[in-house]
């Protein structure tokens, strides 16, 4: 069983930062990328930052220059660092990630419960 911890949402003014984390845990033989999916009430849920185990990187352009995603791959961990927030910012943000839980299982993907980002003043 693969189990997915989001934590750092919260409430921030315009402009402000925060900063979120995943942790993955359980029977995890290998993670290929991890990142963050977002979803505002009423939208679809679309991309913001994906992560490889090598550490190549991948950027909705809404937050290019704003954003910033990194991992610990000993810790199955990764960051994303959220600065200078817009209103059009809050959503429930979701941890994703597409992993083998044996050496011969396939790739499958794997979801967060998620936690929400309200930028407001």
């Known amino acids: 069983q693969v189990q997915f911890v989001e934590s750092g949402g919260g409430l921030v003014q315009p402009g402000g930062s925060l900063r979120l984390s995943c942790a993955a845990s359980?029977?995890?033989?290998?993670?290929?990328?991890m990142g963050w999916y977002r979803q505002a009430p009423g939208k679809q849920r679309d991309l913001v930052a994906t992560?490889?185990?090598?550490?190549?990187?991948n950027f909705a352009d809404s937050v290019k220059g704003r954003f910033t995603i990194s991992g610990d791959n000993a810790k199955n961990t990764i960051y994303l660092q959220m600065n200078s927030l817009k209103p059009e910012d809050t959503a429930v943000y979701y941890c994703?990630?597409?992993?083998?839980?044996?050496?011969?299982?396939?790739?499958?993907?794997?979801w967060g419960q998620g936690t929400q980002v309200t930028v407001s003043s």
């Open positions: 992560i490889t185990r090598g550490g190549r990187t």
């Open positions: 359980g029977s995890i033989f290998n993670i290929y990328v």
């Open positions: 994703y990630g597409n992993l083998k839980t044996a050496p011969l299982s396939k790739t499958k993907d794997y």
